[in-house]
């Protein structure tokens, strides 16, 4: 079992950065993946990594956003850079492929313009 803890959300500005973290038990163990949901949208993947670290970001959102472990915490990481509007969503991490038992709460982003 898997319980997953999202936090580092909130207001920022567009242009600015943020990190996202995602902590919890058995996470090292498994192919982890954050995804967001943005108001009025279905939720969408945003980038996954591997046990071994191997990482791979959507197609639309490469250049920006850096996914990454750390081991050590049982933490996985989502940097966003160079934040615009569009990007406010509620974001969520979850294993790769998704469990629908391992959502949580997520962490809210809203980039002001």
């Known amino acids: 079992q898997v319980q997953l803890v999202e936090s580092g959300g909130g207001l920022v500005t567009a242009g600015e950065s943020i990190k996202l973290s995602c902590a919890g038990s058995g996470i090292n163990s498994r192919a982890m993946a954050w995804y967001r949901q943005a108001p009025g949208k279905q939720r969408e993947f945003v980038a996954r990594i591997s046990i071994t670290g191997v990482t791979s970001v959507a197609n639309d959102l490469r250049g920006r956003f850096t996914i990454a472990r750390d081991y050590a915490k049982n933490t996985v990481h989502l940097q966003i850079n160079s934040l615009a509007p569009e990007d406010t969503a509620v974001y969520y991490c979850?294993?790769?492929?998704?469990?629908?038992?391992?959502w949580g709460q997520g962490t809210q982003v809203t980039v002001s313009s």
């Open positions: 979850n294993t790769y492929p998704s469990q629908s038992n391992y």
